[in-house]
C-alpha cells in the first residue's frame, strides 16, 4: 500500500456502502465498533476499566495502557462477531489518536495500523472530541452541519459550530477544569468516589438545588468561555468550613446545589450562543451529556426558546468507538487517510491534523 502523509485529502465521489471497523482507547474504555455509512452500527464493544481505577479514585495512566493491550484484540474480534463481519469486508480502519493519554491512545493507534497494513486498508486517525459529536448522527438521522454543539467530557468543555463534517468553529472553551473534572472533584471531596459524575446525578436527585447558592464565573472579555475551577473551590470552602464548625454537610443538597450551577453555567452559554450566531439547535456531546439535570435544563431552556435541542443515549454519550467510526466516515468521504506515521497526539486540538 502507498504510503500516504496524515491528513492528505483525496475528493471521492462514489455512493457505495463504505464500513468501518473503529477503534477507540484514548482514555480507560477499551473500544470497537463496525459502523456502516456513518451512522449504522452493526456493533459496537466497550470494556471498562472502571473497576480497576476505582481502587485508586481516578484513572491510572499506565494501569490503562496495559489493560488496553490486553484487552484490545478480544474487543475488535468481539465487534467483528456482532456485525456478523470480517476484516476483508470492512473498507477502512479508523482509530482515535488523540487527544487523550499518550500510553493509552498509543495501543488503539499501533492496533489500527497493523490492521490496516496486514489487510491492505485504508487507515483514518479519529479526533476523540470529534468522535463525541459525531455521536449524534448514530441516533439522529436528519441532523446535518452547520449547527452548535456543546461538548462536555472528563477532559474537555467546548461550546463550537461544527460548520461541516470535520470542520469546527469554537466559540469557548474551559480555562481551567473540564465540567466532567469538576463533577469527579467535587465528588471526592463528598467522599462519594469515580467516577464522580453518574455518582453526583444519583445523590443529587435527593437534594434541594437551591440549598446552596454557588458562585457563576465569567471570563472576562470572553463571553463563552468557561471556567469550573472556582465553583470547585467553592464547593471545598463549603465543605471545610461545615468541618471547622463541627457541622454535618447534607452530601444530597451540595450535590444538587452544585449540579445546578454547572447546568445553568453551561445552558446559559449554549442557548446565548444559539441567539447571537442563528443556529435552531442545540447539539449536546461528550461523557457529561448523560447527566439528567443537563438534559433536564438543557431541554427546557431550547422549549422555552422555540429551539430544537438534540443529544446521544448515554452507551454513545460514554467514551466508545461507535462514534469514531460515524466521525471516520465523514473523515474518510472527505478523502482524509492516514500514514503509516500515524502517532498518539495527547493534546490534539480540535480541527486540527
Ligand atoms: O467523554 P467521557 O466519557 O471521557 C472523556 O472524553 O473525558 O467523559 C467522562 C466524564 C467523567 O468526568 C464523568 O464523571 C462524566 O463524564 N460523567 C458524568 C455523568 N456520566 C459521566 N457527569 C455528570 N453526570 C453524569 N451522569
Ligand atoms: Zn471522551
Not at 71 to 91: F, G, P, S, W
Not at 146 to 171: A, N, Q, W
Request: hydrophobic share 40%; glycine share 10%.
Amino acid at each position: 500500500m502507498k504510503k500516504r502523509k496524515t491528513g492528505q485529502v483525496k475528493k471521492m465521489n462514489d455512493n457505495k456502502d463504505i464500513t468501518i471497523l473503529a477503534i477507540e482507547s484514548s482514555c480507560d474504555e477499551t473500544a470497537a465498533a463496525v459502523v456502516r455509512n456513518g451512522r449504522e452500527v452493526l456493533s459496537n464493544v466497550i470494556s471498562s476499566q472502571i473497576d480497576i481505577h476505582t481502587l485508586f479514585g481516578g484513572v491510572v495512566p499506565e494501569i490503562a495502557s496495559r489493560k488496553h493491550i490486553e484487552k484490545v484484540n478480544q474487543v475488535i474480534e468481539q465487534a467483528l462477531k456482532d456485525a456478523d463481519t470480517t476484516l476483508d469486508d470492512i473498507d477502512a480502519v479508523a482509530v482515535t489518536y488523540g487527544p487523550g493519554l499518550v500510553g493509552a491512545l498509543l495501543v488503539g493507534v499501533a492496533e489500527a495500523k497493523a490492521i490496516a497494513f496486514a489487510k491492505n486498508k485504508p487507515l483514518v486517525g479519529v479526533h476523540h472530541i470529534e468522535g463525541h459529536v459525531c455521536a449524534n448522527f448514530i441516533e439522529h438521522k436528519d441532523l446535518e452541519p452547520p449547527f452548535l454543539c456543546l461538548i462536555v467530557s472528563g477532559g474537555h468543555t467546548h461550546l463550537v459550530v461544527m460548520e461541516d463534517y470535520g470542520k469546527f468553529r469554537i466559540l469557548g472553551r474551559t480555562r481551567d477544569d473540564a465540567a466532567g473534572e469538576a463533577f469527579d472533584k467535587v465528588a471526592r471531596a463528598i467522599g462519594l468516589g469515580y467516577p464522580g459524575g453518574p455518582k453526583i446525578d444519583r445523590c443529587a436527585r435527593e437534594g434541594n438545588p437551591d440549598a446552596i447558592v454557588f458562585p457563576h464565573a465569567k471570563v472576562e472579555g470572553s463571553p463563552y468561555d468557561f471556567s469550573f475551577s472556582g465553583l470547585k473551590s467553592a464547593v471545598l470552602n463549603y465543605i471545610n468550613q461545615a468541618r471547622m464548625r463541627g457541622e454535618e454537610v447534607n452530601h444530597a443538597d451540595l450535590a444538587a446545589s452544585f449540579q445546578k450551577t454547572v447546568v445553568d453555567i453551561l445552558t446559559d452559554h449554549a442557548i446565548r450562543a444559539a441567539k447571537e450566531f442563528g443556529y435552531d439547535r442545540i447539539v449536546l456531546a461528550g461523557g457529561v451529556a448523560s447527566n439528567t439535570a443537563l438534559r433536564a435544563g438543557l431541554a427546557a431552556a431550547c422549549e422555552k426558546e422555540g429551539l430544537k435541542f438534540c443529544y446521544p443515549s448515554p452507551i454513545y454519550c460514554t467514551d466508545n468507538a461507535a462514534m469514531i467510526g460515524a466521525a471516520g466516515y465523514y473523515e474518510y468521504k472527505n478523502g482524509v487517510r492516514s500514514g503509516w506515521d500515524l502517532n498518539a497526539v495527547p493534546n490534539l486540538k480540535l480541527g486540527e491534523r
